[in-house]
Structures are given as C-alpha cells and as structure tokens.
C-alpha cells in the first residue's frame, strides 16, 4: 500500500496554486460567489477544494493581486470583480487625478440611481435602507475608515438596485479607486461640514422617480474645488 501510494504524481506546489486559482475563478464566473458577495472562509475552501491551507492562502493572495478578491479587514474576502481592471485603475490613481475619478464616479452613479428608480424591487428597497442606517451610524461613530465603507456600501446598493450586471461589475472593478474618494474628502476627520446627506437619494429611488434620483446621485459628485 506505502509503494502504491508512493507512485502516485503529486503536482508541484505551482501546479496546486494554479489549479486552486482556476477552481475559484471558475466558482466567481459561474456566479456562485458574486460580485460584491463574500467568499467562503479559508477553512471552508479548504475543505471544498481538498487542498492545503497554503495553498488556498496563495491561491486567493494571487487574486486579491489580480484585483478579482479583496480582504476586508475583520469581515472577511470579497469578490470585487470578475476581471483585472481594478489594480489597473489603482495604478493610476493619485492625488493628482482624484478630479478624474470623481467624473467616473459620476458616470456611474448617476446612471445606477436613474436606473434604480425605475427597476428597484422590496429588497432593493430594504437593502437601501439597511445601508443607509448603516452609513449613518457610521457617521456618528467618528470614525472615518467605518464611514467610508458604510458609503461605499450605500452607493454599492444603489448600483445593486439597478439589475444591470455589466455596470455592477464594473463599479465593483473600481471599488477601492472610488472609495479614495471619500476618503480623500473626509481628510483626517468627519466634520460636520463635509457631512452630505443621502436619504434624498435613497427616497427618490422609492418614489419611482429617474429624474430626481439622477439629479440626487450628481450633487454631491461634483469635481474637487481647483480642479
């Protein structure tokens, strides 16, 4: 029995991080983890993908590199994007160039909340509301790394609510650029007078309204002053 197991080919510890890098993407493009959703824990993708815990580390280190994971500290791994494009706009991203990413924020975003207003569903609406309670016990909390994902939750939620997978997955690709953006308004402190409010946002997209959830989703994505 050793001898025979003994001859059996063991693949190259490259081979198995490969292979496991495969066996996820193909999990991310098949749906079964969506973008925006959460993957499983290391544990429980060891055990789904039978390989070593080494092995899964790498596996989603490569695409966490790739920008198709992200790790959130203390909440877990995320799919963020189904593609490469996200260390790309990373790449590119400075301070420099934050009016930029503003513009692609407000390409986005307006479109999503018009579209919204038009296709959003109870749960969209529920989704919108839990975020929105979110974003504002953030605000409370002083802290601003907690408010800038609560935001980019918010706004996350609204694109969701937009049933349109294409720009779901773009937006998702230019997460981490689009975060900056808040965080590089907030500064060092949330202040009262960089405080926006979003529940005007979020009710025009409940009243049915693309024009006035269109108009909401712009005000407050207007390029940096000197831009």
Do not use: K
């Amino acid at each position: 029995m050793t001898r025979a197991l003994d001859s059996v080919a063991v693949p190259p510890r490259g081979h198995r991080v490969r292979q496991t890098i495969e066996q996820l993407r193909a999990r991310i493009l098949g749906g079964e983890w969506p973008v925006g959703g959460r993957i499983p824990t290391e544990p429980q993708l060891v055990a789904a993908l039978g390989v070593g815990r080494n092995t899964v580390r790498e596996a989603v280190r490569a695409l966490v590199h790739a920008g198709v994971l992200e790790c959130r500290q203390g909440s877990g791994t995320y799919v963020v994007s189904t593609d490469e494009l996200a260390p790309v706009v990373a790449r590119r991203l400075t301070d420099d160039r934050m009016a930029e990413v503003v513009e692609v924020r407000r390409a986005f975003e307006v479109e999503a909340a018009r579209l919204a207003a038009l296709r959003r569903t109870p749960a969209d609406l529920a989704a919108l509301d839990a975020a929105l309670d979110a974003r504002e016990v953030a605000w409370r909390s002083g802290r601003v790394d907690e408010f800038v994902e609560a935001d980019a939750a918010l706004h996350s939620a609204v694109v969701a609510a937009a049933h349109n997978g294409m720009l779901a997955e773009l937006y998702a690709s230019v997460g981490a650029a689009l975060r900056s953006t808040v965080a590089h308004a907030m500064g060092d402190a949330l202040e009262p007078e960089r405080y926006v409010d979003h529940g005007r946002l979020v009710e025009a997209i409940r009243d049915g309204d693309p024009a006035r959830a269109a108009i909401e989703a712009g005000a407050f994505l207007e390029p940096p002053s000197g831009a």
